[in-house]
């Protein structure tokens, strides 16, 4: 558990708002010495705080779509378990992993082609795990909202921008510098580009130009950071919400409704047996159960909702097969 100084907060604001920010203006905007920046970035670094600096890809603009898989277990030994985890972890298109409670055991996120590259990844998953699965169910994601974790320095008049992806789906060709770019990046969003540029064997004037490029097309939506919600005294829930009627009104009023919510940081709209998820981070259950309430009364036109309490998060990239460099 850690309780932040000031300082650590102002710093984390940033780097959330914009994580490839240059110290001197990461040390401008809160106040501090260069030096002491450095010092602070380190260190929320080296006590978990910080789990990676997040590039935040487009996957639709790359032409995979988002499958979910949720899963819940009978008769699955510690060791099976662990097994299964390590066949999730080396697939490289399964970009997130995340153990739960509440109605389901485990959820996991596919990027996929097509409908039969992803009956390929969970048809390899099931032949070896499937005699541990009880129940199971999937969805697509047709939209995402992402928004600052504004529940991290609880301040007001901070904007509530929102990045969203998978609303216009259109497959953007690049070529094999760009791909090893993203990759690289995608985990580590102050990676240098002098660092990039010596990977890649080209300028760094080339690396920065591609990157803008990247940007204006907004296949890199922005830049952010994953943190340990545990180490932060937070609890994370997903809420799968089924409704009776969700138009396109009611989804925008949900949007502008997440938008003003700080422990909101994720809405998904998705095809399946329920049409909306989630996703909160709140310091405890009877939080949690308050912005449901809250919800409620807002939005009569949800039915019922599955609550999941995500108490382990062993994977979350932005970008199939990231960090491999390919020749």
């Given at each position: 558990m850690k309780e932040l100084q000031v300082k650590d907060k102002a710093v984390l604001k940033e780097l959330d708002l914009n994580s490839e920010i240059p110290l001197t203006q990461l040390a401008k905007k809160t106040k501090i010495s260069k030096d002491q920046a450095k010092y602070r970035i380190d260190?929320?670094?080296?006590?978990?705080?910080?789990?990676?600096?997040?590039?935040?890809?487009?996957?639709?603009?790359?032409?995979?779509?988002?499958?979910k898989l949720f899963f819940k277990f009978e008769n699955l030994t510690e060791t099976k378990e662990k097994e299964l985890i390590e066949w999730l972890m080396k697939n490289e298109f399964v970009y997130w992993i995340?153990?739960?409670?509440?109605?389901?055991?485990?959820?996991?996120?596919?990027?996929?082609?097509?409908?039969?590259?992803?009956?390929?990844?969970?048809?390899?998953?099931?032949?070896?795990?499937?005699?541990?699965?009880?129940?199971?169910?999937?969805?697509?994601?047709?939209?995402?909202?992402?928004?600052?974790?504004?529940?991290?320095?609880?301040?007001?008049g901070i904007s509530r921008e929102v990045k969203v992806w998978g609303e216009?789906?259109?497959?953007?060709?690049?070529?094999?510098?760009?791909?090893?770019?993203?990759?690289?990046?995608?985990?580590?969003?102050?990676?240098?580009?002098?660092?990039?540029?010596?990977?890649?064997?080209?300028?760094?004037?080339?690396?920065?130009?591609r990157i803008k490029e990247l940007e204006k097309k907004k296949i890199i939506l922005g830049y952010s950071i994953s943190v340990d919600y545990e180490i932060l005294k937070k609890q994370f829930f997903k809420s799968a919400m089924y409704f009776n009627n969700l138009n396109d009104k009611t989804k925008k009023r949900i949007e502008e409704y997440c938008k003003n919510r700080p422990s909101?940081?994720?809405?998904?709209?998705?095809?399946?047996?329920?049409?909306?998820e989630i996703e909160f981070i709140v310091k405890d259950n009877k939080e949690f159960f308050d912005e449901m309430e809250s919800f409620k009364k807002n939005f009569p036109e949800m039915k019922s909702y599955d609550l999941m309490m995500f108490s382990k998060e062993y994977k979350f990239d932005w970008m199939p097969m990231c960090y491999k460099v390919e020749k």
């Amino acid at each position: 558990m850690k309780e932040l100084q000031v300082k650590d907060k102002a710093v984390l604001k940033e780097l959330d708002l914009n994580s490839e920010i240059p110290l001197t203006q990461l040390a401008k905007k809160t106040k501090i010495s260069k030096d002491q920046a450095k010092y602070r970035i380190d260190n929320l670094i080296k006590t978990w705080v910080i789990k990676k600096f997040v590039t935040q890809i487009d996957p639709t603009k790359l032409g995979y779509s988002v499958y979910k898989l949720f899963f819940k277990f009978e008769n699955l030994t510690e060791t099976k378990e662990k097994e299964l985890i390590e066949w999730l972890m080396k697939n490289e298109f399964v970009y997130w992993i995340a153990q739960c409670r509440g109605r389901w055991d485990m959820n996991i996120a596919i990027f996929a082609e097509n409908v039969q590259h992803f009956n390929n990844i969970f048809s390899a998953f099931f032949n070896k795990f499937g005699k541990f699965i009880s129940e199971q169910d999937f969805n697509i994601t047709l939209k995402v909202g992402a928004m600052n974790k504004k529940w991290l320095y609880e301040e007001k008049g901070i904007s509530r921008e929102v990045k969203v992806w998978g609303e216009n789906p259109e497959k953007i060709i690049l070529d094999n510098i760009d791909i090893k770019i993203l990759r690289i990046i995608a985990n580590n969003s102050r990676e240098s580009y002098v660092n990039i540029a010596s990977k890649l064997k080209t300028t760094t004037r080339k690396v920065i130009y591609r990157i803008k490029e990247l940007e204006k097309k907004k296949i890199i939506l922005g830049y952010s950071i994953s943190v340990d919600y545990e180490i932060l005294k937070k609890q994370f829930f997903k809420s799968a919400m089924y409704f009776n009627n969700l138009n396109d009104k009611t989804k925008k009023r949900i949007e502008e409704y997440c938008k003003n919510r700080p422990s909101i940081n994720y809405f998904i709209f998705c095809l399946g047996r329920w049409p909306l998820e989630i996703e909160f981070i709140v310091k405890d259950n009877k939080e949690f159960f308050d912005e449901m309430e809250s919800f409620k009364k807002n939005f009569p036109e949800m039915k019922s909702y599955d609550l999941m309490m995500f108490s382990k998060e062993y994977k979350f990239d932005w970008m199939p097969m990231c960090y491999k460099v390919e020749k």
